[in-house]
C-alpha cells in the first residue's frame, strides 16, 4: 500500500513553474490505481471467500438443525398422541365422577325435602283430619235433619242425586 506522502504527491504540479522542462515519460495513472488498488481488492476477495463460506456452514448447521427440530417435532407429537388417550380417559372419569357428585348431592337434598315433607304432613294430619271428620259429621247430620227426597237417590261418594239404579 501506498504511503500517505505518495498519495499527497498526487496533487503536487508535475513540474515547477519556470521554463519548459524537457519532455518526460507520461505517468501511467492506472497503472499506480491498480498498484493502489490490488491489495485492498485482494483482501476484499479473501473477505468475500470467508463470508461464502460462513454462509455455506451456517446453510449446513440450518439445514441439520432443521432436520433435528423436525425429529424432535415427531417425537413430541407421537407422545401427544399417546398421552391424549390417557387424557381424555382421565377427563372422562373427571366428568363422571363431577356428575355423580352432583346426582348423589341432588339425591341427598330431595330426601331432606322429601323427610320435610313428610313431617310436615304429620304435623298437619291429625288437624286436617279433626277437620274432616268434623264436615264429616256436619253432612250427617244436616242429612238427618232433612229428609232425603223420595224418588232421587244419592251415589255413594257424591253430593249429588243419581237417576234411577239400585
Not at 491489495?39 to 455455506?56: H, N
Not at 425429529?71 to 382421565?90: D, F, K, N, Y
Request: aromatic residues 2%; charged residues 30%; proline residues 7%.
Amino acid at each position: 500500500m501506498t504511503g500517505f506522502r505518495d498519495f499527497l504527491a498526487r496533487f503536487r504540479p508535475a513540474v515547477s513553474p519556470g521554463r519548459a522542462a524537457p519532455g518526460g515519460v507520461p505517468a501511467d495513472r492506472s497503472a499506480e490505481l491498480r498498484a493502489e488498488l490490488t491489495p485492498p481488492l485482494a483482501l476484499l476477495e479473501q473477505a468475500e471467500a470467508e463470508a461464502r463460506t460462513v454462509r455455506e456452514r451456517a446453510a449446513a448447521a440450518a439445514a441439520s438443525d432443521l432436520r433435528e427440530a423436525e425429529r424432535q417435532a415427531e417425537v413430541i407429537v407421537a407422545e401427544a398422541r399417546e398421552e391424549a388417550g390417557e387424557v381424555r380417559a382421565r377427563t372422562a372419569e373427571q366428568v363422571l365422577r363431577a356428575a355423580q357428585d352432583e346426582a348423589a348431592a341432588l339425591l341427598a337434598e330431595a330426601a331432606r325435602e322429601a323427610v320435610a315433607v313428610r313431617d310436615r304432613a304429620r304435623s298437619l294430619t291429625p288437624a286436617l283430619a279433626d277437620r274432616v271428620v268434623a264436615l264429616v259429621l256436619e253432612d250427617i247430620a244436616a242429612q238427618q235433619a232433612s229428609p232425603p227426597p223420595a224418588q232421587s237417590r244419592m251415589s255413594r261418594g257424591q253430593g249429588r242425586p243419581r237417576e234411577g239404579g239400585p
